[in-house]
């Protein structure tokens, strides 16, 4: 334990150098290739990270949130008083986890609709549970000492996908429909810039300041629409799930911002989980 608190300390000194570039408002359009100098000292940052994130995912702060998330998985809960663990169907059977994640966005036919993981627990809670959905939409990412239930349980079902391969299934027509759907909305420019995500995620090696921009449109880049997710962020230091990254680039792309758990979002990670199937998922992780 002591290891992880000074791990945790280390995350957070770290989290202020790293968030004086990650959180730089973007005053210009997405993505000019920077001078030469800038360049280096930008690869310069960026190894440092990755070297500092091997570190620290040893003994990794998502795990804190994964204990969280089982209890909240195995208690019974909410107005009709049941348990996620004995209630919940993530696509593989009810209380079934092992291997959940890696195959989630997935075509459910109790609800003839694909889902992702934090949509599909969300349900759970709302038809099992007796949860409210506009209760669970209210505040449904971190901050400061704040974490989302929604946050600790996708990061606990993440968990048991530990390397595992990615492998979402495209057999229903639904599923091939929604990847269609997501490659569309991935593809769709609008809005005050005329951005769309490829505009940002659609080339290799474009960057912001000292942030990578992956190519989302290549399996090389897809994976990391996966690797990491549910992640400890270390600006901010809060773990935050991909409904936060998939907000927080609406945001950038100067979108309105998409409900909480909404289809386009499982549309989204359905295209990006899709490109990226066949590649090992390491489990939850650290994003700076
Ligand atoms: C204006 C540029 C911009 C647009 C437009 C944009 N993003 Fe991003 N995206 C970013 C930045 C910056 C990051 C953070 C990269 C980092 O932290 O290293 C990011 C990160 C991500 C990540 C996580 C990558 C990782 O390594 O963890 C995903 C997934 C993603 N974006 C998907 C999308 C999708 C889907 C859209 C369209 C809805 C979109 N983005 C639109 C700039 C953009």
């Known amino acids: 334990m002591k290891k992880r608190i000074g791990a945790l300390m280390a995350a957070a000194a770290m989290s202020a150098a790293f968030a004086a570039h990650a959180q730089q408002p973007m005053k210009q359009p997405a993505a000019k290739a920077p001078a030469k100098a800038t360049q280096k000292a930008t690869d310069a940052t960026t190894a440092d990270f990755e070297k500092f994130r091997d570190v620290l995912e040893e003994d990794n702060p998502a795990e804190l949130f994964e204990a969280k998330g089982e209890e909240l998985w195995k208690a019974k809960r909410g107005p009709k008083n049941v348990s996620l663990a004995e209630t919940c169907d993530l696509g593989l059977g009810v209380g079934k986890l ?3 994640y890696v195959q989630l966005p997935r075509y459910f036919a109790d609800v003839d609709a694909v889902m ?4 599909r627990i969300a349900h759970c809670m709302v038809t099992h549970q007796g949860f409210k959905a506009e209760d669970l939409a209210k505040k449904p990412f ?5 974490t989302p239930e929604l946050v600790s349980l996708t990061t606990y079902v993440a968990g048991h996908s ?16 929604t990847y269609q759907i997501g490659k569309e909305i991935f593809a769709y420019r609008a809005g005050p810039w005329d951005f769309s995500c490829s505009t940002c995620h659609g080339e290799d090696g474009k960057r912001i300041r000292t942030q990578n921009l992956p190519n989302l449109s290549t399996p090389e880049g897809a994976i990391r629409a996966f690797q990491g ?4 962020r270390m600006t901010g230091g ?3 799930t991909l409904q936060w990254r ?4 609406f945001r950038q792309q100067r979108f309105p911002e998409p409900n909480y758990v909404s289809p386009s979002i499982t549309a989204l990670l359905s295209y ?5 199937n066949g590649q090992m998922y390491k489990g939850p992780g650290i994003k700076r």
């Open 98 to 100: 092992k291997g959940a």
């Open 116 to 119: 992702d993981a934090e949509r």
């Open 142 to 146: 971190s901050s400061g000492n704040y």
């Open 162 to 177: 530990r390397k595992m391969k990615i492998a979402i299934p495209q057999k229903h027509p639904k599923e091939k429909e």
């Open 229 to 232: 997710w549910p992640g400890y």
């Open 238 to 240: 809060v773990m935050h």
């Open 246 to 249: 998939m907000n927080d680039c």
């Open 272 to 276: 990006m989980g899709v490109n990226a």
